[in-house]
């Protein structure tokens, strides 16, 4: 294909991001981490050439927490293996669509890890959940440049007129003369709901403020966001081995959502529940979910799914989800890196998956298509994701079909890091009726406008 890009440079670059209010998830609390934008610059077989970028928070409490290697440590070997996966992929051999070169050096992102952390002499190896984390502002980059160097927007080369290969040389015969295009979009969706995160910290009345709480003009509360940004989504992080707080806090939240929203002529609100890995099993899910029923059967109508309830090693604890399944739909999130952990999540009885673009584009535009075949819905999560990360989440939201719209949270914890990309995109970093607006994502690659935003990149 003409079409086909050879890598020239890849460069990453890294910044230390203070959150506003701490964030809290799982077992874990993250009150700043790693921000990593690359650049990279590419050329089609017609000699032409570009540069394309991708960014991603580094968030090892998420992608490597280990009570064995201390943040510090984890951060690290995270930018460590940002750094030699880009000299991998740098040194790619030849022109290929950007899912090949990723496809094709996958094998060699696991081996670049595993050498990093032994080198760094890590007591544990990052698992290649952590890694994908680290190749995904790479990959991103690629799939930017891909766009910029053939003039066209990056999605409208998932198809035949761009791709050697099909999705059958990927994923099997059944996939034979399929593409990603045939599972997207043709054109972004003017506007998405987005999920507003209820972290395990966050405050939910104005009472509960004091004076520790920022005074920076942005809400703090549950409720001061809701009147503010007319939410109508919301994902609940839960403890998952506390029931009774786990169960009054879906209440509790609820309440005050439509305490809000009810006077508007709001008729109903969603929710999602996240215990990010916390329960011992899917019994305790099973248990809440009754007592959430026999509590308030509004709130469990409004409860559109959970989001990965046990452990993410899917071959250690083989849980039985089909009892949990049927009662509300249960999504795979951190336990879903290979085509292989779908179609396991799928037999013990899993609902649904969850996309995140820190998984990199390429798996996700390959999830996608099983999913769709597969008849099962999935979800797009981001990973608290800033600046030109929340352009690329939100556009492949806007491009595919998901379960009502995308999780964007970091204008709650990091707004300041946006900033630039605010400017040039405000319908993206600013809510209304609980959307946001793609009508500013335009032009070539992923529509993230560079030359408009105008970040200063510095050393890596």
């Not at 994908?132 to 409208?156: E, K, M, Q, R, W």
């Not at 996700?364 to 990973?383: C, M, N, R, S």
Request: charged share 25%; proline share 5%; with cysteine.
């Amino acid at each position: 294909m003409q079409s086909d890009i050879r890598v020239i440079h890849v460069e990453p670059f890294f910044s230390d991001e203070v959150a506003r209010v701490p964030l809290k998830f799982g077992a874990v609390v993250m009150d700043r981490v790693t921000y990593c934008q690359v650049r990279a610059t590419v050329e089609n077989r017609r000699g032409e050439r570009a540069t394309g970028f991708g960014a991603i928070f580094l968030a090892d409490f998420w992608g490597f927490p280990s009570p064995l290697v201390l943040h510090p440590e984890r951060d690290r070997a995270m930018r460590e293996v940002v750094r030699r996966y880009a000299k991998v992929v740098e040194g790619y051999d030849g022109y290929a669509h950007p899912i090949d070169i990723f496809l094709e050096t996958e094998e060699e992102l696991r081996r670049v890890n595993a050498h990093a952390c032994a080198e760094l002499g890590l007591a544990e190896e990052m698992p290649f959940l952590g890694a994908l984390v680290c190749a995904s502002p790479v990959d991103a980059a690629l799939h930017d440049a891909f766009g910029d160097v053939n003039s066209i927007c990056t999605y409208d080369g998932y198809g035949r007129d761009f791709m050697a290969q099909d999705l059958g040389y990927h994923l099997g015969s059944e996939f034979d003369g399929k593409y990603p295009a045939d599972y997207l979009r043709s054109a972004y969706i003017p506007q998405l709901p987005i999920f507003h995160l209820v972290g395990g910290l966050d405050k939910l009345r104005v009472p509960e403020l004091d004076d520790s709480d920022p005074q920076d003009g942005l809400p703090v509360s549950l409720d001061q966001w809701v009147e503010r940004e007319g939410l109508i989504c919301l994902k609940v992080k839960l403890r998952g081995n506390d029931l009774d707080w786990d169960v009054d806090r879906m209440l509790e939240v609820s309440r005050v959502a439509h305490q809000v929203q009810d006077g508007r002529g709001v008729e109903r609100m969603y929710f999602s529940a996240d215990t990010n890995e916390q329960c011992e099993g899917p019994e305790y899910l099973i248990e809440m979910l009754h007592r959430i029923e026999e509590a308030d059967q509004r709130t469990f109508e409004e409860l559109l799914y959970i989001e990965q309830p046990t452990e993410r090693d899917l071959n250690a604890h083989r849980f039985d989800m089909h009892e949990l399944s049927e009662i509300k739909p249960v999504v795979v999130d951190e336990s879903l890196t290979t085509i292989e952990d779908l179609e396991l999540a799928m037999e013990l009885g899993w609902s649904g998956i969850a996309l995140k673009t820190c998984k990199c584009q390429s798996s996700d535009l390959l999830f996608i298509a099983k999913a769709a075949e597969a008849g099962i819905p999935y979800t797009v999560q981001d990973l608290t994701n800033p600046g030109i990360a929340l352009i690329q989440s939100v556009g492949l939201a806007a491009r595919s079909y998901p379960l009502m719209g995308v999780e964007a949270n970091s204008r709650q914890f990091f707004p300041a890091t946006s900033e630039p990309e605010g400017k040039v995109h405000p319908g993206l970093f600013n809510v209304v009726e609980g959307r946001v607006s793609t009508a500013s994502i335009r032009g070539t690659g992923f529509g993230y406008r560079m030359k408009q935003i105008g970040r200063t990149w510095g050393d890596g």
